[in-house]
């Protein structure tokens, strides 16, 4: 199956930095990724919609100022996360989209970025 | 977005099937049924997509009735692996973005 990959899997920060999380799909293009947040043993929260060539489409509650998201070729999405805090702390996943036949699609998944801000 | 409801867990012995099912009353004509399996502190992983009736992978089968208001996935002889979280997701796949419910913690033991 299609691949999709995070980097880092895992990192750790002091408060008040930035740090920036990749989403690659390694062997499709993907023309719109997404952009979740997951605390502990909690669903999926959706944060932003991002789509290769334009501005991310930001969910209601999420500041686009404090996480930010670019989809600056058909394989790669960033979110940055600026000025951490403790409470960002927390597990990322970004997904990409596949466009199948007709109007069907399929999401793979990355294996998640876990941020931890001291 | 057609919401979806799902048992927030359910219990099984190992080589028993199990069927879980997810509501879905206002989905959309172009909408598919996805369902994912998540294992802590990784990512989803897809499991199977379906339209109607029944699809058939060789992991899972996917059951959806003719008004399509509800689905179930089905796990054949489950193992202690597939402890996990299952979630049921409905969108037009290239047209809308997924969200995700509350998922379905699956235990599995001996």
């Known amino acids: 199956g299609a691949v999709v990959s995070q980097h880092p899997s895992r990192v750790i920060c002091k408060s008040g930095t930035s740090v920036k999380i990749e989403c690659r799909s390694l062997?499709?293009?993907?023309?719109?990724m997404f952009w979740y947040r997951q605390f502990p043993k909690q669903s999926l929260m959706l944060m932003a919609t991002?789509?290769?060539?334009?501005?991310?489409?930001?969910e209601q509650g999420v500041e686009k100022d404090k996480f930010l998201i670019n989809h600056a070729s058909l394989t790669l999405s960033t979110l940055t996360v600026t000025s951490a805090h403790p409470e960002d702390s927390s597990f990322y996943i970004c997904?990409?989209?596949?466009?199948?036949?007709?109007?069907?699609?399929?999401?793979?998944f990355g294996e998640g970025s876990r941020l931890t801000v001291l | 977005l057609a919401k979806t409801t799902q048992p927030i867990s359910m219990d099984s012995y190992e080589g028993q099937e199990v069927n879980i099912t997810c509501s879905h009353n206002?989905?959309?004509?172009?909408?598919?049924i996805t369902w994912y399996q998540q294992f802590p502190s990784q990512g989803p992983r897809f499991i199977i997509q379906?339209?109607?009736t029944k699809v058939t992978n060789e992991v899972a089968s996917l059951f959806i009735p003719a008004d399509r208001k509800s689905s179930t996935l089905s796990l054949p002889r489950v193992s202690l692996s597939d402890t996990a979280v299952y979630y049921c997701?409905?969108?037009?796949?290239?047209?809308?973005?997924?969200?995700f419910g509350t998922g379905t913690r699956l235990q599995v033991t001996l």
């Open positions: 997904s990409a989209l596949r466009a199948g036949g007709g109007n069907t699609g399929e999401l793979f």
């Open positions: 997701l409905v969108g037009a796949g290239t047209a809308s973005k997924l969200t």
């Open positions: 379906g339209y109607k």
């Open positions: 062997d499709f293009q993907a023309t719109t």
């Open positions: 991002s789509n290769e060539g334009s501005k991310a489409t930001y």
């Open positions: 206002n989905i959309a004509t172009n909408d598919y």
